[in-house]
């Protein structure tokens, strides 16, 4: 593992001031358990509603790291395969209709434990102190999406960005959030 010190020596501008060296090539040297991923989506209503940015810093805050962001117009398409298994359900045509109506923006969200910890941070609309419960009032506009498991979260994201578009950065706060 590339220590986080040789990783800033490398960053630091040698030589002439003014001319900075290439990018530090630390890309990858987070352990594997800290590298674990999740899709959340800020839906059209979180969009519209302007709570982009709210969201947006809950995750912060908590330590995550961001990944990946895009805004986008969602097809009906892309919400079939996201939510394949509520295809039958009574209320799917109104979920494509809502995911449909204006942008997304689209996150790839990463650290410890980021898909459990996650789903307990978007909660419920009922539950007071989470993001839907704070945000949001009824299950069809419920703000925001999170995956359910580690595995769902790979294929989601799989759905929602091409591999290039995940930026490998090296947080400089690594040690504050997670310890040496
Ligand atoms: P679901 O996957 O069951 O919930 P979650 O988003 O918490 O994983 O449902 C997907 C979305 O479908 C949900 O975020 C909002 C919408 N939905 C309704 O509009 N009505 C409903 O009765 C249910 C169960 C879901």
Not at 9 to 30: E, I, K, N, T, V
Not at 34 to 52: F, H, M, S
Not at 74 to 83: A, I, S, T
Not at 114 to 134: H, K, N, P, Q, Y
């Amino acid at each position: 593992m590339v220590s986080l010190g040789r990783c800033l020596a490398r960053s630091l501008p040698r030589g002439q001031p003014g001319l900075r060296p290439p990018r530090p090539r630390c890309y990858g040297s987070a352990p594997p358990e800290l590298r674990e991923k999740t899709l959340v989506l800020a839906k059209p209503d979180a969009v519209q509603r302007r709570l982009v940015g709210n969201i947006i810093q809950r995750f912060e805050r908590r330590g995550f790291r961001l990944v990946a962001m895009k805004l986008l117009q969602v097809d009906q398409g892309l919400v079939d395969r996201h939510y394949q298994e509520l295809r039958h359900k009574p209320f799917y045509p109104a979920l494509v209709t809502y995911m449909t109506s204006g942008p997304v923006v689209a996150m790839v969200w990463e650290g410890y434990n980021v898909v459990r910890s996650t789903r307990a941070m978007v909660g419920d609309t009922d539950s007071v102190g989470t993001i839907r419960g704070d945000l949001s009032v009824h299950i069809s506009r419920n703000v925001v999406h999170a995956s359910d498991s580690v595995e769902t979260a790979q294929r989601e994201i799989g759905f929602w960005f091409q591999r290039d578009e995940l930026v490998d950065w090296e947080s400089r706060d690594r040690d504050h959030t997670y310890g040496p």
